[in-house]
């Protein structure tokens, strides 16, 4: 299991792996690689999340930060393999509109 919150481009997905807490995703955010990772990738963006190990209610304004970057590119974001626990994490905080469609 790692330690670390990693975001990274893999077969033409975002994937998102490691521990997703808010210390590891304000790391995240203080790379400032999040838009040059969005760009570089094709005009439907899939996020991979079958790599998460654990994860907060952090993950959530991350997966926001994603869909407005995407959106500034003119993009669109789709989550796939996402774990059963953050549906229910998603529905809960009624993002579900926003994250899952």
């Given at each position: 299991m790692t330690n670390n919150l990693r975001v990274q481009v893999k077969e033409c997905?975002?994937?998102?792996?490691?521990d997703c807490?808010?210390?590891?995703?304000?790391?995240l955010d203080n790379e400032k690689s999040l838009p040059a990772l969005i760009q570089s990738?094709?005009?439907?963006?899939?996020?991979?999340?079958?790599?998460?190990n654990n994860s907060?209610?952090?993950?959530?304004?991350?997966?926001?930060q994603i869909?407005?970057?995407?959106?500034?590119?003119?993009?669109r974001m789709?989550?796939?393999?996402i774990?059963?626990?953050l549906v229910a994490m998603i529905?809960?905080?009624e993002l579900d509109n926003l994250l899952l469609s």
């Open positions: 997905r975002l994937l998102i792996e490691g807490n808010f210390g590891s995703v304000a790391k990738l094709p005009e439907n963006i899939q996020v991979d999340l079958s790599g998460i907060s209610s952090a993950i959530l304004p991350l997966l926001l869909k407005r970057c995407a959106e500034t590119f003119d993009k789709q989550l796939v393999e774990p059963e626990r529905k809960l905080a």
